[in-house]
């Protein structure tokens, strides 16, 4: 069994980072999902100005972005829950950025979210909603 999601474990300043350290292991749990899955992982935490993505993956010919979002338990809502309507249009903008210095202007494109639940002694629960969302206007 994999350790705990909530495991805290040294930064680069050797400093422990609980919530870093968490989203990290929830996109690693995330990533090993989505390959179970099928996917293609393309590229991890990609970084703009604006944000970064979490994960951009391939499922067959369509370019996925995932955003994944990990919490400890149910008590402060879904993790899907967290995924505002703010959030959706950085992920959007951030996705047209990527695509640009990629130059992959003419691909299909989706935008998934990996909801990863920590359970006391259990495996987490992971959700994938594949097409979670649109961006369009």
């Known amino acids: ?26 996109e690693d749990i ?6 179970r899955r099928g996917y ?4 991890r935490r990609f970084r703009t100005r604006r944000g970064e993505l979490d994960i951009i993956a391939r499922d067959g010919q369509v370019v996925v972005f995932v955003e994944v979002k990990a919490r400890a338990d149910g008590s402060f809502g879904t993790p899907l829950e967290a ?15 990527y695509l640009l210095q990629k130059r992959l202007g ?18 987490p629960a992971i959700e994938i909603v594949s097409s979670a969302f649109d961006v369009g206007g």
């Open 1 to 26: 069994m994999e350790a705990p999601l909530s495991t805290a474990i040294a930064t680069r300043s050797g400093v422990p980072d609980g919530r870093g350290v968490f989203g990290r292991r929830g």
């Open 30 to 35: 995330a990533c090993a999902e989505l390959e």
């Open 40 to 43: 293609i992982i393309l590229d």
């Open 83 to 97: 995924v505002s309507w703010r959030k959706r249009q950085r992920i959007g903008q951030i996705a047209a950025a």
């Open 106 to 123: 003419d691909v299909s494109c989706r935008f998934d979210v990996v909801s990863i639940v920590e359970r006391s002694g259990r495996e």
